[in-house]
Structure formats: C-alpha cells, structure tokens
C-alpha cells in the first residue's frame, strides 16, 4: 500500500540521518548515575544499565570523531575503574582494554551480536544526543532489540 511505502522511506530516511550523526563529531556531556558493584544486571531489562557517573566524568566535555570512537574510549575508560573492571573476567577485561565491548552472557547475545551494546534512550532520529551520557545506555544484544521491537 502507499502507506507503507511511505513508511519504508521514512524508515530509511531516519536510519540515514541516524547513521550520519553518528558519524560526526561530537562533544560528549551528561552526569551518569552512581552505579554499584553490579553494574550491568540491569543491561537486560527495562532502558538498559546507566552510563556510571566516574565514567561519565572522564569523558564529559572530550571531543569524538564518532560514535565509534566514543564507544571505544567508553569501554577503555571502564577497564581504568578498578569498582568497575574487577565486575568483569579476565577475557572480558582484555577486551575492554583495547577499546571492545565486554561479551555478554551467551544467553543474552543474538546471533553474532554477543557483545554488550551502548542504546540511545531517546532516539537519534528523534533529537536524541548522540554524545548524551544520560541518553545512553548499557544493554545486552538481546534486550537492545527487544527495546527497539517495543517489547
């Protein structure tokens, strides 16, 4: 029908203007929250884990490249926090080290997707701040979809 149609390019014209601010440079701000020594058991409900404040104050004002290198640098950040580092395994840690999410639990990936995964609460496409450290969120693969199916 037309209305879908029109839908399907509206789909994909956000998916497009999405993909552009991600790719811009950015200024990251926000606070973040206080978080405790279980940090992501919330990554699989409800909005997903909140950016932790510590880390929120290592990056809040530091320019990025992109979204890609913001993430990078988030994850960096985490495995300097020894409140935060010593939540994850050793494999996990290494891979935050060098910048790569931590792998989530193998019952909470989806398909290739096993890494924890940075959702933007308000949409990007809906004025969402890219860089918004209280806009972001820490989920699992799985429970980023299901947010984004609306479920």
């Known amino acids: 029908s037309r209305k879908q149609k029109e839908q399907k390019a509206k789909d994909a014209s956000d998916k497009?203007?999405?993909e552009n601010k991600r790719n811009h440079p950015g200024k990251a701000t926000g606070k973040g929250q206080p978080v405790g020594d279980k940090w992501l058991?919330?990554?699989g409900k409800e909005a997903g884990?909140?950016?932790?404040?510590?880390?929120a104050d290592k990056l809040r004002d530091k320019e990025f490249k992109n979204f890609d290198d913001f993430r990078k640098k988030f994850w960096e950040e985490v495995s300097k926090d020894p409140e935060l580092s010593k939540q994850f395994i050793k494999g996990n840690r290494d891979r935050m080290q060098v910048g790569k999410a931590p792998k989530s639990r193998k019952s909470d990936?989806?398909?290739k997707r096993t890494s924890f995964e940075l959702h933007h609460d308000k949409p990007i496409s809906q004025d969402g701040g890219v860089y918004?450290?209280?806009n972001i969120r820490v989920t699992t693969p799985k429970h980023h979809i299901d947010i984004h199916r609306g479920k």
């Open 41 to 43: 058991e919330d990554a």
């Open 109 to 111: 990936a989806a398909g």
């Open 49 to 55: 884990a909140p950016v932790p404040d510590r880390i």
């Open 132 to 134: 918004d450290m209280d």
């Open 16 to 18: 497009l203007d999405k």
